[in-house]
């Protein structure tokens, strides 16, 4: 079971590997409060890999941020807290807005699963190590015991290496997709089991 050190711990490896990402922006607070909400969550995945006390990587996914959302709005204060400089920035403000509407929206694309990656990430010592792939893979066989078909993932264009990672793992492009206006994604689809 992982505690509050342990969300922080994860907030940070997402801060310095996912740094191009809009929820880098909001803050490790945010980060690490959105883990423990995953974490919570009957409908979402954390999986974190240790040598020893650090934490090296992690994988989350789930099927969808509602009730991951609904979390996060139970601890309003601490969420409060953590976004708070967030909200002066009225452009930051509308790219939360419009993240929590995609987020609780279907896939705008047919064949895509509800299952879906939400993040991973391993610290810049392990790359290349296998790690990423080991807990890709760890989340896939996760979301196929769960009787789960296939699951997805968003990824912005300007993400080259994450576009690499997953056409090598086996996932397919089913769409381009706008999160935030004027900035494209791709939406891919893994299919399980991974072979």
């Known amino acids: 079971s992982l505690g509050a050190s342990d969300y922080r711990k994860v907030a940070q490896v997402h801060a310095a590997s996912i740094n191009r990402g809009f929820l880098s922006s909001l803050g490790e607070r945010f980060l690490a409060l959105l883990y423990e909400a995953i974490d919570a969550d009957r409908n ?31 601890s309003f204060p601490r969420l409060f ?15 939360i807005f419009d993240l929590m509407c995609f987020g609780r929206r279907k896939k705008p694309v047919s064949g895509c699963p509800e299952a879906e990656l939400f993040s991973i990430a391993v ?13 890709y893979e760890t989340l896939g066989q996760r979301f196929f015991q769960e009787g789960e078909p296939a699951f997805c993932m968003v ?3 300007t993400l080259s290496p994450a576009h690499r990672f997953y056409q090598k793992m086996g996932a397919v492009s089913l ?16 299919d399980l089991p991974i072979s």
């Open 44 to 74: 979402s995945i954390l999986i974190v890999e240790k040598s020893g006390e650090n934490l090296i990587g992690f994988v989350a996914g789930g099927r969808g941020m509602k009730s991951i959302y609904r979390k996060l709005l139970i």
């Open 81 to 95: 807290i953590a976004l708070a400089p967030a909200m002066l920035n009225p452009m930051r403000l509308k790219r």
């Open 123 to 135: 610290v810049d010592a392990e790359r290349g190590s296998g790690l990423a792939s080991k807990l």
């Open 155 to 157: 990824v912005g264009e």
């Open 175 to 190: 769409a381009e997709i706008s999160v935030h206006k004027g900035q494209y994604s791709t939406l891919y689809r893994q």
